[in-house]
């Protein structure tokens, strides 16, 4: 009964502090962009439906009109998946993983059946991954797979294994083709330098015929091909300028010297035919050649030459039961040209163009002829994707932002930063003495008349839906309540976005070549005169990058008081890894970035006097850690600059290394940001108060340490990162990743707390001595330990083989995520502080630490935290779900302090019971979506945002309203109210009865004031 009442209290509660939206609201305050990733495959099938296999585990089905998802299936990360393929049948076929196939409907996306033939085939040797090319052919109503491995599986039309051809491990580079009832196999064989061909039955994969032929002067071929011709399959082997084929059904071999007519580099691409003579596309730097086998013959079907700016880009050849065609894409400066060639011999050329500078070169192609026109699956250096109709660019769709690596939130300068630059019309005083006085006078009244319409539509609780336009012609000014920013993401493969955080819309794109970017810092923020500077960090083969844009237009910075700095900094040497320092130069007002390089030297961006100034006044409070591999970590100090040098050296103040077995998984990461802290302590409810303990150089991290019995124990630590002190070690037995691939420890870290998430395996991972009582995991090191602890290694011995003791550690009965709350206090007792004027790293004190564990029923991929502009508001924590989920949960119900019984002090105090299960309450879940068909019946349904990997959040101008974005595969955005919008009216206030009511007082007191004079009037003259 008291479980009852606990869990009805703790709903009330969850009830008052609901920060869902109303839902008239729902769909107008966030967005969501699903994406796939960047397709490594892309195939169209008869109907001209457009199915793709991405970098990001999804096989997907695009709309080929409008490059909408129609479905998509995603992969675990440990499933790699390698191919997807199509033909006339009803499903889609996708190989992942050793030997997983699976069969989609091509409609909806349904999986049809699914296989795993890993355990009917031996295991694969070491490399064997990289074997051969995986494909996927239709037989008799079932499929063939080729797997990475070169191992063959046959699968009936419902997915049941019929028979398996394993690879030979003497042989490599394996290919196969379908002729009638035969499958032709061919390998290549290093030892012996011969071609190994094999006819295998389709019915029961016996193995007919075998022979080995041996290509003559080739030891060691660059490519094995093998042409599909619909009677006579022919395996084509190339080396350098060499070609050796063999008629795989009549054992035919010929070869051929292309020198004499195509010159040392070549590369060759087969045609699938429909006779009896193969067909092939060569390509050089020169020119394109299609190229047809006569009895071992060359003959050139057709030819295009190209001059050396704009030779071959990429080909893509498509074959159907009528038709074949080859397309081939070259050019360069963003101008391409697409040649077509077709079995009629029909050779046609179109044109298209493709911004370099916002989508990189060209990639990838894959085409086919849908209803007499070809269509061009286009993939660019940036992720992008782009269907092209011949000539005419049909969809782009931004796959990069699928592969970000940060993000932020950039504020805009609100209205009053530009008047003080700008004149009443949004323009320079220059701007404004070309225009004539009459056309100056309609602009002046055109802008109050724009600002009245704002006004009417602010007072009637409306908001704008076309955002305030800045001097420039650009949407760069924020709104009143600074919901409206810029939210900035770079991706790995080096685009930058900048998104409209009302609408989701690019605000402005760039493409940064040639540079894997690890981070962005936002280093000035909007001002007078001075635009908001985004630095973005990363490295290339030569060196570490910077490269400085424009926050509002992505435009290049360059400083006129700074011109010895380009927009891009190249430093030569090893990866560094940048981090604010908190300290300002004097000469563009930007923050200073500190870099620290492997041998542990720290530079200054930018690297000027006025920045090197500006960082000595910090330099004796900064220190710097970095991880010692996954054994340790080490801090230093930060030493005087050196006279002549631009870099300062560090000396080794403390280091921290793990005991035997543990490995690092996991470090807490803190906004660089200053934090606003709303109060320094916490009152209890009988008015006393426990005082945060707010270092901001304390660190929480996860190791792992994984037993060869198959036990796993999970540690966490909070560290400062000053003194190297360690503040609290925790043991979780039977918890922690198994795997690399399996989901992290994921941790989170605000003032004083930290919340982080561990799966727990159960009794079964946890380890004897664990078991026992007797731990030697939460001994710093046993040996020089055993004495004080009182525990000898007979004591061990015998308690190994015990039976469990009532003092074993507390071990879950059961595998669940366990979320632990940690809280921070400068002391455990109320009222006490630290005694000294100002908190330091190096004080004998130790902290009191609170920590209460809780079960949350979801599988979580990333943890994040809300913010407002004074930290009023309660905190929400936001939680990533693996099922595609951004879920809220109040920090109330995270509350380490939660006890077993209230008392009347924690009622005052509005404390929870405790309860072990967060439960899941579907109203807190920020990623919902309105359809038509939920309009329907007015409520909301559940969109899945996959892949979270990421969770970021920034304040508005209101203290109840904090924004946040979700970035991993999808993106998504939204506005959070954790205590309710306090500081603003509800959307269904009764503004006119408001209006009437204010203008009946006026009247009123005007009336009763009009007979008031009256009647004092009266009175005198009596």
């Known amino acids: 009964m008291l479980s009852i009442a606990k869990r009805a209290l703790a709903a009330l509660a969850l009830a008052r502090g609901a920060a869902a939206l109303y839902r008239e609201d729902a769909g107008a305050y966030d967005w969501h962009t699903p994406l796939v990733g960047t397709p490594s495959q892309a195939r169209f099938d008869a109907a001209g439906r457009l199915f793709v296999a991405t970098n990001r585990n999804a096989v997907a089905s695009l709309e080929p009109t ?117 499958l032709h196999v061919v390998t290549w064989s290093p030892a012996s330098a011969n071609i190994v061909s094999r006819k295998v039955d389709v019915a029961d994969g016996s193995v007919g015929t075998l022979a080995e032929h041996k290509p003559t002067d080739i030891e060691s071929p660059s490519q094995i091909i093998l042409a599909e011709a619909d009677d006579a399959p022919h395996a084509i082997v190339v080396s350098s300028s060499h070609m050796w084929g063999v008629n795989l059904e009549k054992s035919f071999s010929f070869e051929v010297d292309v020198s004499p007519y195509f010159g040392p580099q070549f590369t060759l691409h087969a045609i699938k035919s429909d006779g009896l003579n193969p067909e092939f596309v060569i390509v050089t730097p020169a020119f394109l050649q299609i190229l047809r086998i006569v009895e071992g013959d060359p003959t050139v079907v057709h030819s295009i030459e190209y001059n050396g700016a704009s030779a071959v880009k990429l080909l893509a050849t498509a074959a159907s039961r009528d038709s074949r065609v080859v397309a081939a894409v070259s050019g360069s400066n963003s101008k391409y040209t697409l040649s077509l060639w077709t079995t009629e011999q029909v050779a046609q050329t179109h044109s298209f163009e493709l911004d370099e500078s916002e989508f990189g070169g060209i990639a990838f192609i894959s085409g086919s002829p849908i209803e007499g026109m070809f269509q061009l699956t286009v993939v660019t250096q940036d992720g992008s994707v782009h269907l092209i109709n011949e000539d005419v660019i049909v969809w782009t769709r931004e796959e990069s932002l699928s592969q970000v690596a940060d993000a932020a939130f950039l504020d805009l300068p609100q209205s009053i930063v530009y008047s003080q630059q700008f004149d009443e019309l949004q323009e320079e005083p220059r701007v404004s003495a070309s225009i004539s006085p009459v056309e100056r006078y309609i602009r002046r009244w055109s802008v109050h008349l724009s600002k009245l319409m704002s006004l009417f539509g602010t007072l009637g609780g409306a908001e704008s839906s076309q955002p305030e336009q800045s001097a420039n012609g650009t949407a760069d000014l924020s709104d009143a309540h600074g919901f409206r920013k810029l939210l900035v993401l770079v991706s790995t493969t080096g685009k930058v976005n900048a998104l409209d955080t009302l609408t989701g819309q690019t605000v402005w794109s760039r493409y940064l070549p040639g540079i894997f970017f690890d981070s962005l810092h936002i280093v000035r923020t909007s001002r007078v005169k001075y635009p908001a500077i985004v630095v973005f960090v990363g490295h290339s083969s030569e060196g570490t990058v910077i490269w400085r844009l424009n926050g509002l237009n992505g435009n290049d910075f360059v400083s006129e008081k700074q011109p010895g700095i380009a927009a891009e900094t190249l430093i030569r040497g090893g990866d560094r890894i940048a981090s604010l320092i908190g300290a300002e130069e004097e000469d563009e007002h930007t923050q200073i970035l500190a870099l620290v390089d492997e041998h542990d030297e720290v530079s200054l961006f930018p690297n000027t006097p006025a920045a090197h100034v500006a960082f000595e006044a910090k330099r004796l409070t900064s220190h710097i850690f970095r991880t010692d591999g996954a054994d340790g970590l080490v801090g230093f100090a930060i030493n005087p600059r050196s006279v002549g040098l631009t870099t300062y050296s560090v000396s080794k103040t403390w280091e921290l290394r793990f005991p035997a077995g543990e490995k690092l998984v996991s470090v807490s990461e803190r906004d660089s940001s200053a934090e606003s802290v709303a109060s320094i302590g916490r009152v209890l409810g009988d008015r006393r108060v426990l005082y945060k303990y707010l270092n901001p150089n304390l660190l929480g991290l996860a190791t792992v340490r994984k037993e060869d019995q198959g036990t796993i124990t999970t540690f966490f630590y909070i560290i400062d990162t000053v003194s190297g002190a360690i503040h609290y070690r925790n043991a979780h037995h039977g918890a922690g990743p198994t795997t690399d691939a399996a989901d992290t420890i994921h941790v989170l870290q605000c003032e004083n707390w930290f919340v982080y998430s561990v799966w727990n395996h159960g009794p079964d991972a946890v380890s004897d001595e664990a078991w026992h009582g007797v731990s030697e995991a939460t001994i710093a090191d046993l040996p020089g330990n055993l004495k004080k602890k009182g525990l000898t290694k007979k004591k061990l011995k015998a308690a190994a083989t015990s039976k469990p003791s009532s003092g074993r550690p507390g071990v879950p009965d059961a595998k669940q995520l366990e979320v632990v709350a940690i809280e921070i206090y400068e002391s455990a007792k109320p009222d006490a502080r630290i005694a000294s004027t100002s908190l330091s790293s190096f004080s004998a004190s130790r902290p009191g630490i609170v920590a209460q564990a809780y079960v949350f029923p979801l599988p979580v991929t990333a943890i994040g935290v809300t913010k407002t502009q004074a930290s009023i508001t309660s905190r929400e924590v936001l939680i990533g779900i693996k099922t595609g989920m951004l879920y809220g949960l109040n920090k109330r119900f995270l509350d380490p302090r939660r006890p077993d019984r209230l008392t009347a002090e924690d009622k005052e105090a509005g404390m929870i019971p405790y309860s072990p299960n967060l439960g899941f309450a579907t109203r807190e879940v920020a990623s919902y979506s309105l359809n038509r068909l939920t309009k329907l019946f007015l409520c909301a349904a559940i969109n899945q945002v996959l892949g979270i990997e990421r969770i970021i959040s920034a304040p508005t101008n209101l203290e109840s309203t904090s924004l946040v974005a979700s970035y991993g595969l999808d993106l998504f955005c939204s506005r959070r109210v954790p205590s309710q919008s306090f500081d603003v009216l509800s959307p269904d206030f009764n503004y006119l009865g408001l209006i009437a009511t204010l203008v009946g007082l006026v009247v009123g007191i005007l009336v009763a004031k009009h007979f008031a004079d009256r009647k004092r009037l009266a009175d005198q003259w009596r």
Do not use: Y
């Open 66 to 182: 409008t490059g909408d998802i129609v479905w998509r299936q995603v992969l675990e990360a440990a499933d790699e998946l390698h191919g997807v393929f199509t033909d006339s049948a009803d499903a889609v076929v996708s190989l992942s993983g050793r030997a997983a196939i699976r069969a989609w409907n091509r409609q909806t996306g349904a999986a049809i059946w699914e296989t795993d033939a890993a355990p009917l085939l031996p295991p694969a040797p070491a490399g064997a991954a990289d074997c051969t090319t995986p494909s996927v052919l239709r037989a008799a109503a079932g499929v063939i797979a080729l797997l990475p491995t070169c191992d063959i599986v046959a699968l009936s039309a419902n997915g049941k294994v019929k028979w398996t051809l394993p690879r030979n491990d003497q042989e490599s580079l394996t290919r196969m083709a379908l002729t009638g009832n035969s």
